[in-house]
């Protein structure tokens, strides 16, 4: 029904940048919020960063600073920017999107993830 794309994981030195995207799409109404997980190895996974309707956002206190959430409506994509990163960002990171799908005029809310790009920072 719906399928979410990632793209822009690399493999990139300490302070430098990357930019994710990650397009939503299939059978969609509306996109309540988008975000960001990512999980490293030996570890849980953890909110990075997410994005309500009306541009609201919230990050993780270890990205707050260096990262910044965006969203683009009209493309169903959400973007993250990370810049000055550290090796300690090294993890998966995984696209995640609550998306309204209507059946017989009714909303029925449903919670999508991505596939996972891999982002590694080489100290």
């Known amino acids: 029904q719906v399928q979410l794309v990632e793209s822009g994981g690399d493999l990139v030195q300490a302070g430098g940048s990357l930019r994710l995207s990650c397009a939503a799409s299939g059978s969609i109404f509306r996109i309540n919020t988008m975000g960001w997980h990512r999980q490293a190895p030996g570890k849980q996974r953890e909110l990075v960063a997410a994005?309500?309707?009306?541009?609201?956002?919230n990050y993780a206190d270890s990205v707050k600073g260096r990262f910044t959430i965006s969203r683009d409506n009209t493309k169903n994509t959400v973007y993250l920017q990370m810049n000055s990163l550290k090796p300690e960002d090294t993890a998966v990171y995984y696209c995640?999107?609550?998306?309204?799908?209507?059946?017989?005029?009714?909303?029925?809310?449903?919670?999508?993830w991505g596939q996972g790009t891999q982002v590694t920072v080489s100290s």
């Open positions: 995640n999107a609550e998306v309204l799908t209507m059946y017989w005029g009714r909303p029925v809310p449903a919670d999508y």
């Open positions: 994005i309500i309707s009306s541009g609201v956002t």
